[in-house]
């Protein structure tokens, strides 16, 4: 009989064999434009880039540490660009092709 340490009958055990995804044939041009499309993807330059929520948090780890209030963070400005409404888009480009038909 199994017991409240995790064992299980042989019923509820499936074979993991069958969890396993179908074997499929892909091409060296298919594995070749996949390490390409990777490539063009990968930034080798991330100086640009700031991990400001570790950093935050951090700060907060540190503060308690302290036994002090952790430094407040500025609310983040609004944002530059145009808002655009996703499904008002969506529907002019749905009418826009049915015209072009």
Do not use: H
């Not at 298919?30 to 929520?53: C, K, P, Q, S, V």
């Not at 500025?74 to 944002?79: H, I, M, Q």
């Amino acid at each position: 009989m199994p017991s409240t340490s995790g064992e299980r009958w042989p019923d509820e055990i499936r074979d993991p064999s069958s969890l396993l995804p179908v074997p499929v044939e892909v091409s060296e041009q298919e594995i070749d434009g996949a390490l390409a499309l990777m490539d063009t993807m990968t930034a080798d330059n991330l100086t640009g880039f700031r991990d400001e929520y570790t950093a935050a948090l951090s700060d907060i780890i540190v503060a308690k540490r302290e036994t002090r209030e952790p430094t407040a963070v500025p609310e983040p400005a609004e944002p530059q660009g145009q808002i655009v409404d996703l499904m008002a888009a969506l529907n002019e480009s749905v009418a826009k092709a049915r015209t072009d038909r």
